[in-house]
């Protein structure tokens, strides 16, 4: 699922270890390797990963089980995001490890949106339609 649109493509080898990254943040959440203080990693998702052009950076999209207080388990994840990237470095053997960057995913509540604005457009077609 893609989050925003965006004008530049990426490249096979971004996309590419932006899935691995992305693949063992979510086993190292669901294991709790990080040991992160104040929050259960294990209801936390990686939606997505994103990587910058040289690989060094990665954009961490993450939204916790139900959607709740997002943004405060965003600013946990962005405080402790050196255990998390200890971690990381166990599970991974690529050349440089990347800076992690986490943000919260929007994507699902853009989605419920979009699908709440369809379903009125719907009724109000068929509402047109009777009294017509």
């Known amino acids: 699922?893609?989050?925003q649109t965006s004008q530049r493509s990426f490249s096979q080898r971004?996309?590419?270890?932006?899935?691995?990254?992305?693949?063992?943040?979510?086993?190292?959440?669901?294991?709790n390797e990080a040991k992160i203080?104040?929050?259960n990693t294990k209801l936390i998702t990686v939606t997505e990963v994103r990587m910058t052009p040289d690989l060094k950076t990665a954009r961490v999209y993450v939204i916790p089980l139900g959607g709740i207080d997002t943004k405060e388990i965003v600013k946990i994840l962005?405080?402790?995001s050196h255990l998390v990237?200890?971690?990381?470095?166990?599970?991974?053997?690529?050349?440089?490890?990347?800076?992690?960057?986490?943000?919260?995913?929007?994507s699902?509540?853009?989605?419920?949106k979009i699908e709440r604005i369809i379903k009125e457009n719907k009724y109000?077609?068929?509402?047109?339609?009777?009294?017509?």
């Not at 990237?85 to 929007?106: G, H, W, Y």
Request: aromatic residues 12%; proline residues 3%; charged residues 35%.
């Open 37 to 39: 203080p104040l929050i």
């Open 124 to 132: 109000n077609d068929k509402e047109k339609k009777r009294y017509n």
């Open 78 to 80: 962005t405080e402790y």
């Open 85 to 106: 990237r200890k971690a990381l470095s166990k599970r991974l053997d690529i050349k440089f490890l990347p800076k992690l960057t986490f943000v919260e995913d929007n």
């Open 14 to 31: 971004q996309l590419r270890v932006g899935e691995l990254v992305k693949q063992n943040l979510g086993q190292l959440f669901l294991r």
């Open 108 to 112: 699902f509540e853009y989605a419920e």
């Open 1 to 3: 699922m893609v989050n």
